[in-house]
């Protein structure tokens, strides 16, 4: 079962570019998922500037779940961002 959310983020004070170089920094994502205790993370982005597509993916563990929520999503949780990127 997965549940879809869409919010769109803004960034006031920099330029398209800017964001997307961020997004797509290895160091950034790393340094995100580290943050946030994750058990593994990918992230990749299909082209550039307006138009590129982004997609993120963070991995948590659930030992934080209660034993009986856990029998439902397993050992992990996989929580995936994408979208379009546009001005």
Request: net charge negative.
């Amino acid at each position: 079962m997965s549940k879809t959310i869409t919010e769109k983020l803004t960034y006031p004070g920099a330029t398209l570019e800017q964001v997307v170089a961020m997004l797509a920094d290895p160091a950034f994502r790393e340094q995100v998922a580290t943050y946030q205790q994750a058990v593994r993370s990918s992230a990749s982005n299909t082209g550039t500037g307006a138009g590129s597509t982004a997609r993120i993916e963070v991995v948590h563990g659930t030992d934080q779940v209660p034993s009986f929520a856990r029998k439902f999503v397993g050992d992990e949780i996989s929580i995936v961002q994408g979208g379009d990127v546009d001005q």
